[in-house]
């Protein structure tokens, strides 16, 4: 069965630093793109970050370049996204997901975690 369980969200305030990780099971980790998402109410899922399977690259929404890093840790079977320079307009509820083709495209993905929240207060 596999799983996908995300951990980390929280309150911060505008400015701060906040590191959201995502623990997978039931799947060859090392063989998938992994990507986080974010969803606020009455909106699409929106892509954030990807980290390709095999070579590693990283790829982000312009939104948060520059402010925002995903790394994969492949004996360990998690993948991270460090959030720094939050915004209130960060505030979502963020998802790690797990993809055999990769890219920006929500519908891509093919396994999705329940989520955690990151709230940024101005």
């Known amino acids: 069965q596999v799983q996908l369980v995300e951990s980390g969200g929280g309150l911060v305030q505008a400015g701060n630093s906040l590191r959201v990780s995502c623990a997978t099971s039931?799947?060859?980790?090392?063989?998938?793109?992994m990507g986080w998402f974010r969803q606020i109410p009455g909106k699409e899922r929106e892509f954030v970050a990807g980290?390709?399977?095999?070579?590693?690259?990283?790829y982000y929404a312009d939104s948060v370049k520059g402010r925002f890093a995903i790394f994969r840790d492949n004996a360990k079977n998690a993948v991270y996204l460090q959030m720094n320079g939050l915004k209130p307009e960060d505030t979502a509820v963020y998802y790690c997901?797990?993809?055999?083709?990769?890219?920006?495209?929500?519908?891509?993905?093919?396994?999705w975690g329940q989520g955690t929240q990151v709230t940024v207060s101005s």
């Open positions: 980290i390709w399977r095999i070579s590693g690259s990283t």
């Open positions: 039931g799947v060859s980790f090392s063989r998938y793109t």
């Open positions: 997901a797990a993809s055999s083709a990769g890219g920006t495209d929500f519908r891509s993905y093919n396994y």
